[in-house]
Nanobody, 126 residues
């Protein structure tokens, strides 16, 4: 049974930082690209960052580029999202997801993710 478990969310002031983690089990982690999505109330789910199977290619949405960093540790079956310079508009539930892919390029599209975590709340106060 595949499980993706996010942790690290919370309440932070604008300008602060948080580090999200997503621990995967039940799958061959290195066969999957990983993505971090977020969804704010009343908005569509947005892909904010992705990373290819090896960690050699990453993608960021324009809204987080230069502030967020995605990374992975295949030996630990874990993907991370370091979030710096947080803004109130970053407030959302953040989800990690796994997409079966061994392509070099990190995926920049929202579709094709096979497994999802339960989400972790990130709230940024002004």
């Amino acid at each position: 049974q595949v499980q993706l478990v996010e942790s690290g969310g919370g309440l932070v002031q604008a300008g602060g930082s948080l580090r999200l983690s997503c621990a995967a089990s039940g799958l061959t982690f290195s066969n999957f690209a990983m993505g971090w999505f977020r969804q704010a109330p009343g908005k569509e789910r947005e892909l904010v960052a992705s990373i290819n199977w090896s960690g050699g290619s990453v993608y960021y949405s324009d809204s987080v580029k230069g502030r967020f960093t995605i990374s992975r540790a295949n030996a630990k079956n874990t993907v991370y999202l370091q979030m710096n310079s947080l803004k109130p508009e970053d407030t959302a539930i953040y989800y990690c997801a796994a997409k079966r892919s061994t392509y070099y390029r990190a995926p920049n599209e929202r579709d094709g993710y096979e497994y999802w975590g339960q989400g972790t709340q990130v709230t940024v106060s002004s």
